[in-house]
C-alpha cells in the first residue's frame, strides 16, 4: 500500500477509535492533535490537548492494555501532553469506569493492530526501578529511596519552595503562594508537637532537612533528622552550617530501625515517609516509634492514604515502576490501629487532602516553567515522570482517590498520664 494511503487509513481508523472510546463530556475537556495536523473532535479550545507524534501513536498507547504502557507511551514521545495535564486524567476516568467486554476488547485490538507500529522505545537515563533483595527490607529501602531522591537535588529546587519541602503545604487560601503556605505547614507541625526549647526531636524521613532546621531555628530544641540518600543528607547540613545550627541541628544518613535512644526523644516526627514503610511492617514501625520515644512523649505522622474502595492494581502500576518502587498506601482506618496495637494514644488526626492538591499544582505549574533548565539535570522521559505522576496526584486527591492524614499520637506515661492540653487553642494562634 502507498505510503500516503497508509497514513489515510492510520488517521481514518484512529478517528474511528476515539469516537468509540470517549464519550462527548471527556473531549470537552481533551483535544487531540493527530501527527497530521488533524484535529479530534473539533478545532475549539480544550484545556488540554494530546498531540500524537506518529500514525501509530495510539497504538502504543492503548495496545499494551495497561496502565504502565499508556504512561511509557507518553515517557517516551508516542504523544505529549499540552495545556493542562490534568484534564486528561479525565480521558483515563473515562476508560476505567466504561471497561470493555472480552469481545469488545477483541475488537479494540483487531482495530489498533491495523495501525502501524511505532518506533522502538530508548531507555532513558533512569529506566525503570529494578530493586533487589527481600522487599521493605533496610537494603532494598535503601534503594528505593535512591531511585526517587538521587535523581538530582538541583532538579528538586527548581520546582520546590525556597525550603525544599517534598511535602504538602498548609494554606491558608487557595490562592497563597507555596512558600508562606509550606511554612505555615512547618509552625503547624511544631505547634502540634508543643515543641519547646530544649527537647529533643527526631525527624524520620527529614528530606533536605527543611523541618528540622525551621524547629531549631523557630523553636529551640535539638534536632536530628534522617534520611536514606547521602546527597540529601549532605544538602541538608550544609543549609544547617550555613544557618550556624550546627550544635544542635544535623541530618544523618540512617534507617529508623538503626535508631536509638536510651532516654528517648520527646517528639518524633514523620512526613512523607510513611508511604514507604509498606503494610506488613505497619506494627513494627510504630513499636520502634513507641521505644524511641520517653513516656509522654508525642509523635506526629504525616501520611497518604488510600481508600477502601481502591481496587487493586493489576500488573506493575507507573508509580511502582517509575516513581515510588515498593511504596504502598493504606487506609487511615488501618494506620491507627497499627498505632493503638502499638500502645499509642490517638489524640487527633487531620486530613490535608485539599492542601496536596493544590501544593501538586504549584509543582507541576513550577516544574513546567523550568522545563529547559530541568533537562540541565535529567532527561526528558525523566522531567515526564515527575509532570505525570504529580499531575496525576493532584487528580487523585481533588477526586477523592486519596487522602493524606496528619496523625497526632502520644506514649502515656506510667499513670496513663498524656501531658498535653485540653484543647487546640494554641495551635490555632497565627
Not at 1 to 16: E, F, G
Not at 322 to 338: C, K, N, W
Amino acid at each position: 500500500m502507498p505510503a500516503d494511503s497508509v497514513a489515510n487509513q492510520a488517521t481514518r481508523v484512529t478517528l474511528s477509535l476515539l469516537d468509540k472510546l470517549f464519550s462527548s463530556d471527556a473531549a470537552q475537556e481533551v483535544g487531540v492533535r493527530l501527527w497530521d495536523g488533524t484535529l479530534w473532535p473539533d478545532d475549539a479550545p480544550h484545556p488540554a490537548t494530546l498531540v500524537f507524534k506518529h500514525p501509530g501513536a495510539l497504538r502504543q498507547m492503548l495496545l499494551p492494555g495497561t496502565e504502565l504502557g499508556l504512561a511509557e507511551a507518553y515517557l517516551y514521545n508516542d504523544f505529549d501532553i499540552e495545556g493542562n495535564i490534568e484534564a486528561v486524567f479525565v480521558l483515563a476516568e473515562t476508560l476505567n469506569r466504561d471497561a470493555l467486554g472480552l469481545v469488545d476488547k477483541l475488537g479494540l485490538a483487531r482495530d489498533l493492530l491495523r495501525l502501524p507500529a511505532g518506533p522502538k522505545h530508548q531507555t532513558g537515563q533512569r529506566g525503570r526501578a529494578e530493586l533487589g533483595g527481600q522487599r521493605h527490607s533496610p537494603e532494598r529501602d535503601r534503594q528505593a529511596v535512591t531511585y526517587h531522591y538521587d535523581v538530582s537535588s538541583d532538579f528538586y529546587a527548581l520546582w520546590l519552595d525556597r525550603q525544599m519541602i517534598y511535602s504538602c503545604a498548609y494554606f491558608a487560601r487557595s490562592d497563597e503562594d507555596l512558600d508562606p503556605a509550606q511554612e505555615r505547614k512547618l509552625d503547624m507541625l511544631c505547634r502540634k508537637m508543643r515543641l519547646r526549647p530544649g527537647q529533643q526531636l527526631l525527624d524520620i524521613g527529614c528530606g533536605w532537612g527543611g523541618l528540622v532546621i525551621y524547629a531549631a531555628q523557630h523553636y529551640g530544641v535539638d534536632a536530628t533528622g534522617i534520611t536514606l540518600s547521602q546527597p540529601q543528607a549532605e544538602w541538608a547540613n550544609e543549609r544547617i552550617a550555613v544557618a550556624g545550627l550546627a550544635d544542635r541541628c544535623r541530618v544523618l544518613v540512617r534507617d529508623y530501625r538503626q535508631m536509638d535512644r536510651p532516654e528517648g526523644f520527646d517528639a518524633l516526627v514523620s512526613v512523607g515517609m510513611f508511604e514507604h514503610v509498606g503494610a506488613a511492617l505497619l506494627p513494627p514501625y510504630f513499636k520502634r516509634a513507641q521505644h524511641l520515644l520517653r513516656p509522654g512523649g508525642v509523635f506526629l505522622n504525616h501520611g497518604i492514604a488510600n481508600t477502601f474502595e481502591e481496587r487493586p492494581q493489576s500488573g506493575r502500576s507507573f508509580s511502582d515502576t517509575y516513581v515510588f518502587p515498593d511504596g504502598e498506601l493504606v487506609p487511615i482506618s488501618r494506620t491507627l490501629q497499627a498505632a493503638e496495637e502499638a500502645g499509642f494514644e490517638v489524640r487527633d488526626v487531620e486530613s490535608l487532602r485539599d492542601h496536596y492538591a493544590l501544593t501538586l499544582r504549584h509543582w507541576v505549574r513550577r516544574l513546567e516553567a523550568h522545563h529547559d533548565e530541568a533537562l540541565r539535570f535529567v532527561d526528558e522521559p525523566t522531567y515526564r515522570v515527575w509532570r505525570l505522576f504529580m499531575s496525576g496526584s493532584a487528580y487523585g486527591f481533588t477526586a477523592g482517590q486519596l487522602n493524606v492524614y496528619q496523625a497526632l499520637l502520644v506514649k502515656p506515661d506510667e499513670k496513663g498520664q498524656s501531658g498535653l492540653p485540653l484543647t487546640r487553642a494554641d495551635w490555632c494562634t497565627e
